[in-house]
């Protein structure tokens, strides 16, 4: 069964440094999204992306965060300047299609830890 | 920001009998329900969704009933298996993100179903 596969599952970092968080769609999705869920709070939307551009983020998703898709599998969340407040589990998901009714699919997480 | 709530942290019931997880919702522009169950370490599976159009649909052991005057929905298993033991995750999409896929998610609600 395809899968949205995340790495590192787990990562610690300095507070101020950057860190990239990689995440493989399922082949043939053309829609890809970040989520976060901070310990003991709800999963919040951070980005969605389509055809090479954002196309909706929320006000989490300020400057100090980017997306890129750098080749044709790979989908990345890059924050340029970690805080504590960062740590968090951050999931991937892609769907094939747009719609409100749609299944996503989400990876496993990336759990981030800020020191 | 709560316009998903779900306001039981966490329900217990016997195997084989009906679990009943609600969700309740501020945003009357929402189009789309989707549930998701998490188990630990594993990102988000969809379940089931529904279109506010609909009151109900089903998916084997999985119903979810949706009462737009209430703006309350509800999932129902039956009958219950300990294997269901999870967290259950209410997210909604409104009429514009319907056309990037942002989801918006409730805190979650822990099912323990007991043998």
């Known amino acids: 069964e395809p899968e949205v596969t995340q790495t590192p599952s787990h990562q610690v970092t300095q507070m101020g440094q950057e860190v990239i968080l990689r995440c493989v769609p399922i082949?043939?999705?053309?829609?890809f999204y970040w989520y976060r869920q901070i310990l003991g709070q709800k999963v919040e939307f951070l980005v969605s992306?389509?055809?090479?551009?954002?196309?909706?983020k929320s006000e989490i998703f300020d400057d100090q965060f980017s997306v890129e898709r750098p080749d044709g599998s790979n989908f990345t969340l890059k924050i340029r300047s970690t805080k504590l407040e960062d740590s968090a589990m951050y999931f991937c998901?892609?769907?094939?299609?747009?719609?409100?009714?749609?299944?996503?699919?989400f990876g496993q997480g990336t759990r981030l830890t800020v020191v | 920001d709560q316009q998903v709530k779900q306001n039981s942290p966490s329900l217990s019931v016997q195997e084989g009998r009906i679990s009943i997880l609600n969700c309740d919702y501020t945003?009357?522009?929402?189009?789309?329900f989707l549930w998701y169950k998490k188990y630990p370490a594993e990102g988000p599976t969809f379940l089931i969704s529904?279109?506010?159009?609909?009151d109900k649909n089903e998916d084997g052991r999985f119903t979810v009933f949706l009462n737009k005057s209430a703006k309350h929905l509800s999932l129902h298993i039956v009958p219950s298996q300990p294997g269901d033991s999870a967290v259950y995750f209410c997210?909604?999409?409104?009429?514009?993100?319907?056309?990037?896929?942002?989801?918006?998610f409730g805190q979650g609600t822990t099912l323990q179903v007991k043998p």
């Open positions: 998901a892609s769907t094939s299609v747009q719609g409100g009714g749609t299944e996503a699919f």
């Open positions: 082949s043939n999705h053309l829609y």
């Open positions: 992306f389509y055809n090479n551009e954002i196309s909706e």
């Open positions: 945003n009357s522009m929402f189009d789309y």
């Open positions: 529904i279109s506010s159009i609909k």
């Open positions: 997210a909604a999409s409104a009429p514009y993100s319907s056309n990037t896929g942002k989801l918006i």
